[in-house]
């Protein structure tokens, strides 16, 4: 069994960077794909970013490239995301995942383990 917690979250203004951890317990996730993703209110939750176990793969939404970027310290077993440029339509509640075993993993219904998310809010 994998827990993950989320922190980082918070209210700021277009333009500012803002960093997101998620640190796991329970299990090393060395061996994991760890992601992101986020549910604005009213839409589904959509794919942000992902890092295949060992960094072998770096995956991102269009949507965030160039602005965002996911990374990983197995040795506190915890996986980051960076968010640079921030703009209002960012403004949702985001989630860390993990799974098993490395790959493209995109879709919500891929990744077993989920944290309670962090609201990250950026207004205008």
């Known amino acids: 069994q994998v827990h993950l917690v989320e922190s980082g979250g918070g209210l700021v203004q277009a333009g500012a960077s803002l960093r997101l951890s998620c640190a796991a317990s329970g299990r090393t996730v060395n061996s994991y794909t760890l992601g992101w993703f986020r549910q604005a209110p009213g839409k589904e939750r959509e794919f942000v970013a992902a890092?295949?176990?060992?960094?072998?793969?770096?995956y991102y939404a269009d949507s965030v490239k160039g602005r965002f970027t996911i990374s990983r310290d197995n040795a506190k077993n915890t996986v980051y995301l960076q968010m640079n440029s921030l703009k209002p339509e960012d403004t949702a509640i985001y989630y860390c995942?993990?799974?098993?075993?490395?790959?493209?993993?995109?879709?919500?219904?891929?990744?077993?383990?989920w944290g309670q998310g962090t609201q990250v809010t950026v207004s205008s």
């Open positions: 890092n295949s176990w060992a960094g072998t793969g770096t």
């Open positions: 995942a993990a799974r098993s075993g490395y790959g493209a993993y995109r879709r919500a219904e891929e990744y077993g383990y």
